[in-house]
């Protein structure tokens, strides 16, 4: 009679650490985008660096990945800096207006992966 | 920045510290994986005298299986609130404004009132039986609350980011 009960509370906790992975669930992969234009702002700052880029049709919050991993993937602060220019493939949030979420930047001439 | 926050929230994500975490190439991620960690070793060691008190493991002293797991607990207790409260900081006046977070600190509000009642009037009841005693009621009914609100904890705080 116990031992269920501890069997799935171990499992419930297994389950929780097999699924931290977190932060796609709310935008719309079925609808990806690729925002192109000058960067207008840039926080190069954790949880994720996020910039806001001047797209043909609007400005564009663009949510990038954890400041580490972008620093060692070589995408350094001063090539997401205010005034360059990046083209963003993504996709639109389903809760935030105008943000979307970078599956991969292309800066420099360099394309690095965002997740 | 989350203004529709108390203006503690908004100060402290606002404050020296909380920029210092988020443009800080590393705190923020060595709290990530510094709370996951402490979770690791509270989890196991609360889970250990949670299962005693359940009844599991009766061949042991009781009280020397508190003793012991205690210390590990409240150890990976403080290591949790550390880097939950760095974890927090970055992102102050938004994270304060999240349902779910407000269910987890409300959660562990409620495991540590059974913590404190458990070590003020049961654990004095138990600490000195003897193995393979039956427990009072007490004890079981505090192992399975506590292990219970703790995985809820748990499970609210990985939810905080998708909600």
Not at chain 1, 81 to 90: L, N, P, R
Not at chain 2, 7 to 34: D, K
Request: charged residues 15%; proline residues 5%.
């Amino acid at each position: 009679m116990r031992h269920p009960v501890i069997a799935l509370s171990v499992l419930a906790l297994l389950s929780g650490t097999a699924a931290a992975h977190h932060g796609w669930g709310s935008y719309d992969a079925s609808k990806p985008v690729t925002v192109t234009g000058p960067i207008l702002t840039s926080k190069y700052e954790n949880p994720h660096a996020t910039i806001t880029v001047r797209g043909s049709d609007k400005v564009w919050t663009v949510t990038l990945a954890p400041t580490f991993r972008m620093t060692n993937r070589g995408a350094l602060a001063e090539m997401i800096a205010v005034g360059k220019t990046i083209s963003a493939y993504g996709y639109p949030s389903t809760v935030e207006k105008d943000e979307m979420r970078a599956e991969r930047i292309t800066v420099g001439g360099k394309t690095i992966e965002m997740r | 920045m989350n203004d529709a926050a108390p203006a503690i929230f908004v100060a402290l994500e606002a404050s020296a510290a909380g920029a210092a975490i988020r443009q800080s190439t590393w705190i923020y991620m060595a709290a990530n994986v510094g709370h996951i960690v402490s979770l690791v070793v509270f989890a196991g060691a609360v889970a250990v005298m949670d299962i005693r008190m359940t009844g599991a493991l009766a061949a042991t002293s009781p009280g020397h299986v508190l003793k012991m797991a205690r210390r590990f607990a409240v150890a990976a207790f403080f290591g949790l609130t550390i880097t939950g409260a760095t974890l927090f900081a970055a992102e102050a006046s938004h994270v304060i404004m999240n349902p779910i977070f407000q269910l987890k600190l409300a959660l562990i509000g409620l495991a540590l009132l059974n913590i404190t009642w458990f070590e003020y009037f049961t654990a004095p009841q138990v600490r000195a039986l003897p193995p393979l005693t039956p427990l009072p009621v007490a004890a079981r009914r505090a192992g399975f609350i506590s292990i219970g609100l703790w995985i809820a904890v748990a499970a609210a705080g990985r939810t905080i980011a998708y909600l």
